[in-house]
Protein backbone atom coordinates (compact mmCIF):
# COMPACT_ATOMS: atom_id res chain seq x y z
CA UNK A 1 0.00 0.00 0.00
CA UNK A 2 1.13 3.62 -0.83
CA UNK A 3 -0.12 7.26 -1.07
CA UNK A 4 0.78 9.99 -2.71
CA UNK A 5 1.38 13.33 -0.73
CA UNK A 6 1.61 16.46 -2.40
CA UNK A 7 4.97 18.15 -1.54
CA UNK A 8 4.73 20.23 1.12
CA UNK A 9 7.13 22.00 4.01
CA UNK A 10 6.70 19.78 6.11
CA UNK A 11 8.73 16.97 4.07
CA UNK A 12 12.02 18.46 3.54
CA UNK A 13 13.70 16.53 6.83
CA UNK A 14 12.39 13.11 5.45
CA UNK A 15 12.89 13.73 1.71
CA UNK A 16 16.71 14.95 2.77
CA UNK A 17 17.11 11.89 4.51
CA UNK A 18 15.68 10.02 1.57
CA UNK A 19 17.97 11.46 -1.00
CA UNK A 20 21.49 11.15 0.71
CA UNK A 21 20.53 7.41 1.87
CA UNK A 22 20.03 6.49 -1.79
CA UNK A 23 22.30 8.72 -3.46
CA UNK A 24 24.41 6.21 -4.69
CA UNK A 25 21.50 4.09 -5.87
CA UNK A 26 20.16 7.03 -7.44
CA UNK A 27 23.76 7.69 -9.19
CA UNK A 28 23.84 4.05 -11.21
CA UNK A 29 21.26 5.11 -13.37
CA UNK A 30 20.90 8.72 -13.22
CA UNK A 31 23.11 11.76 -13.37
CA UNK A 32 24.07 12.34 -9.69
CA UNK A 33 22.43 15.44 -7.89
CA UNK A 34 25.45 17.13 -7.12
CA UNK A 35 27.52 17.89 -3.73
CA UNK A 36 25.75 21.53 -4.50
CA UNK A 37 21.91 19.54 -3.96
CA UNK A 38 22.71 19.03 -0.61
CA UNK A 39 24.37 21.87 0.79
CA UNK A 40 21.63 24.02 -0.36
CA UNK A 41 18.49 21.80 0.12
CA UNK A 42 16.90 23.93 2.45
CA UNK A 43 16.61 26.94 0.06
CA UNK A 44 15.78 24.52 -3.16
CA UNK A 45 12.85 23.14 -1.47
CA UNK A 46 11.48 26.46 -0.50
CA UNK A 47 11.98 27.46 -4.27
CA UNK A 48 9.99 23.99 -5.56
CA UNK A 49 7.08 24.89 -2.98
CA UNK A 50 6.79 28.89 -4.74
CA UNK A 51 7.17 26.45 -8.25
CA UNK A 52 4.42 24.46 -7.29
CA UNK A 53 2.21 27.36 -5.89
CA UNK A 54 2.56 29.14 -8.76
CA UNK A 55 1.31 25.31 -10.82
CA UNK A 56 4.77 25.48 -12.86
CA UNK A 57 5.12 21.74 -11.10
CA UNK A 58 3.18 19.20 -8.99
CA UNK A 59 5.86 17.25 -6.72
CA UNK A 60 4.76 14.18 -4.77
CA UNK A 61 6.48 12.13 -2.27
CA UNK A 62 5.45 9.09 -1.80
CA UNK A 63 4.71 7.19 1.61
CA UNK A 64 4.77 3.32 2.65
CA UNK A 65 2.44 2.02 4.86
CA UNK A 66 5.25 2.00 7.66
CA UNK A 67 4.55 6.04 6.83
CA UNK A 68 8.30 5.89 5.59
CA UNK A 69 8.83 8.30 2.77
CA UNK A 70 9.90 5.65 0.06
CA UNK A 71 9.95 7.74 -3.51
CA UNK A 72 8.73 10.74 -4.73
CA UNK A 73 7.22 11.46 -8.50
CA UNK A 74 7.20 14.82 -9.83
CA UNK A 75 5.34 16.60 -12.89
CA UNK A 76 7.51 19.49 -14.23
CA UNK A 77 8.02 21.77 -16.97
CA UNK A 78 3.96 21.92 -16.90
CA UNK A 79 2.53 23.96 -19.52
CA UNK A 80 -0.59 23.85 -22.56
CA UNK A 81 -1.76 20.46 -20.94
CA UNK A 82 1.75 18.94 -20.74
CA UNK A 83 4.58 17.86 -18.38
CA UNK A 84 7.42 15.58 -17.63
CA UNK A 85 6.83 12.83 -15.20
CA UNK A 86 10.00 11.98 -13.10
CA UNK A 87 10.59 9.67 -10.05
CA UNK A 88 12.90 7.86 -7.83
CA UNK A 89 12.29 5.13 -5.33
CA UNK A 90 14.31 4.01 -2.22
CA UNK A 91 16.60 1.07 -3.14
CA UNK A 92 14.96 -1.05 -0.86
CA UNK A 93 11.79 -0.87 -2.61
CA UNK A 94 13.19 -2.09 -6.16
CA UNK A 95 11.49 -5.11 -7.55
CA UNK A 96 8.12 -4.67 -5.49
CA UNK A 97 5.92 -2.96 -7.91
CA UNK A 98 5.90 0.63 -5.97
CA UNK A 99 6.74 2.85 -8.99
CA UNK A 100 5.14 0.61 -11.62
CA UNK A 101 1.98 2.10 -9.04
CA UNK A 102 2.92 5.13 -8.26
CA UNK A 103 3.33 6.03 -11.81
CA UNK A 104 0.11 4.79 -12.71
CA UNK A 105 -1.52 6.78 -9.78
CA UNK A 106 0.38 9.71 -11.22
CA UNK A 107 -0.78 9.39 -14.75
CA UNK A 108 -4.66 9.30 -13.44
CA UNK A 109 -4.12 12.30 -11.10
CA UNK A 110 -1.92 14.23 -14.16
CA UNK A 111 -5.56 13.86 -15.86
CA UNK A 112 -8.17 14.24 -13.42
CA UNK A 113 -6.88 17.01 -11.21
CA UNK A 114 -4.23 19.01 -13.05
CA UNK A 115 -6.20 18.64 -16.54
CA UNK A 116 -2.87 17.57 -18.27
CA UNK A 117 -3.68 15.82 -21.70
CA UNK A 118 0.10 14.25 -22.10
CA UNK A 119 3.20 13.09 -20.01
CA UNK A 120 6.77 12.79 -21.22
CA UNK A 121 9.71 11.05 -19.76
CA UNK A 122 13.03 9.86 -20.32
CA UNK A 123 15.03 7.23 -18.82
CA UNK A 124 18.86 6.31 -19.61
CA UNK A 125 19.13 2.89 -21.49
CA UNK A 126 20.65 1.21 -19.07
CA UNK A 127 18.11 1.31 -16.51
CA UNK A 128 15.52 -1.30 -17.72
CA UNK A 129 13.79 -1.12 -14.82
CA UNK A 130 12.79 2.68 -15.22
CA UNK A 131 11.58 1.76 -18.71
CA UNK A 132 9.53 -0.99 -17.59
CA UNK A 133 8.04 1.14 -15.49
CA UNK A 134 6.98 3.18 -17.98
CA UNK A 135 5.58 0.50 -20.44
CA UNK A 136 3.64 -1.12 -17.81
CA UNK A 137 1.81 2.66 -17.85
CA UNK A 138 1.22 2.95 -21.58
CA UNK A 139 4.31 5.20 -21.74
CA UNK A 140 6.06 4.62 -25.78
CA UNK A 141 8.66 5.17 -27.09
CA UNK A 142 9.49 8.04 -28.82
CA UNK A 143 12.87 8.66 -30.02
CA UNK A 144 16.68 8.42 -28.59
CA UNK A 145 18.11 10.59 -26.69
CA UNK A 146 21.55 11.95 -24.63
CA UNK A 147 21.29 12.38 -21.10
CA UNK A 148 24.30 13.71 -19.79
CA UNK A 149 26.91 11.22 -21.41
CA UNK A 150 24.13 8.57 -21.53
CA UNK A 151 22.20 6.95 -23.98
CA UNK A 152 18.93 7.44 -23.28
CA UNK A 153 15.07 7.42 -24.17
CA UNK A 154 11.94 9.84 -24.33
CA UNK A 155 8.89 8.48 -23.89
CA UNK A 156 5.60 9.74 -24.13
CA UNK A 157 1.99 8.76 -22.71
CA UNK A 158 -1.70 10.02 -23.91
CA UNK A 159 -3.77 11.28 -20.95
CA UNK A 160 -7.42 10.80 -20.74
CA UNK A 161 -9.56 13.33 -18.41
CA UNK A 162 -12.02 10.82 -16.27
CA UNK A 163 -15.64 11.33 -17.17
Do not use: W
Request: aromatic share 8%.
Amino acid sequence: MLRLERLRADHASALLVFERDNREYFARSVPDRGDAYFAEFAHRHRALLAEQDDGLVHLHVVIDDQEDLVGRVNLVDVKDGTAELGYRFAERTAGRGLATAAVGEMCLLAAAEYGLRELTAIATLDNAASMTVLRRNGFSAVDDIFIGARRGRRYRRRLVAPR
